[in-house]
């Protein structure tokens, strides 16, 4: 079963500084991660996605995320934090045979920006 | 916004009672999945219908079903409530392209038994 890990359930940055939310999967086939951000009563929002290709990916907000495969992460970086940034993050892996498909999600990143 | 709606944005209700949360998808989404997020639980994978039909699965209860109608919308019915069904019920609608597929969230609805 494919699965995910976030590491550290609070992140606390200075606004100005770099941003690092990390999440390791697990798969036994190519993997498909997404990062989505929850903002204060809100619903979940797509930040970016990784399917196939380059391993770089630039999302929204400036939030761009790395495939190792390697590693088996998936982490989540921005330069420069800013204070609407504060919100909780959570990093996804598909799964999908056919049409049949689902998303398991790790269990969230809260960032705290502070001046 | 992502162009996937749920009614209502709120609902409170008493345990022992049965509540239907319903979903449109964005236009031209033919694929409609369902979410539970707790405290306890995270977020917790339902159900995915797919142009009308069933197609996954997950830790749902038997005490909640769901049905994707003719339109395309869905509903997520929830019966004999109980107090740890309180909960955020997202639903999500893709329009699914296989391995490019990507799924796009409503507001949610929060439940809350009391």
């Known amino acids: 079963a494919q699965s995910v890990t976030q590491l550290g359930s609070h992140v606390s940055v200075s606004e100005g500084a770099l941003v690092l939310l990390r999440c390791n999967y697990s798969?036994?086939?190519?993997?498909?991660l997404f990062w989505y951000v929850q903002y204060p009563n809100q619903g979940l929002q797509l930040l970016l996605k990784?399917?196939?290709?380059?391993?770089l990916v630039k999302g929204i907000n400036g939030f761009e995320a790395e495939f190792k495969k390697s590693e088996t992460s998936f982490h989540l970086t921005k330069p420069s934090a800013h204070m609407s940034d504060a919100a909780e993050y959570f990093c996804?892996?598909?799964?999908?045979?056919?049409?049949?498909?689902?998303?398991?999600f790790g269990t969230g990143t809260r960032l705290q920006v502070t001046l | 916004d992502s162009g996937v709606t749920q009614t209502p944005k709120h609902l409170i209700t008493a345990t022992g009672q049965r509540v239907t949360l319903r979903c449109s998808p964005r236009?031209?989404?033919?694929?409609v999945y369902w979410y539970q997020q707790s405290l306890d639980q995270g977020l917790q994978f339902l159900i995915q219908?797919?142009?009308?039909?069933?197609?996954a699965k997950g830790n749902i209860l038997e005490r909640f079903s769901a049905q994707q109608f003719p339109d395309l919308h869905s509903e997520l019915n929830l019966s004999s409530l109980e107090l740890g069904d309180s909960a955020l019920y997202f639903c999500?609608?893709?329009?699914?392209?296989?391995?490019?597929?990507?799924?796009?969230f409503g507001p949610g609805t929060r439940l809350t038994v009391l």
């Open positions: 990784y399917t196939t290709g380059a391993t």
């Open positions: 999500a609608s893709s329009v699914y392209r296989g391995r490019e597929d990507t799924q796009y």
């Open positions: 996804a892996v598909r799964t999908y045979t056919g049409t049949a498909s689902k998303l398991t």
């Open positions: 798969s036994s086939v190519p993997p498909y």
């Open positions: 236009s031209g989404d033919l694929s």
């Open positions: 219908y797919y142009n009308g039909e069933e197609r």
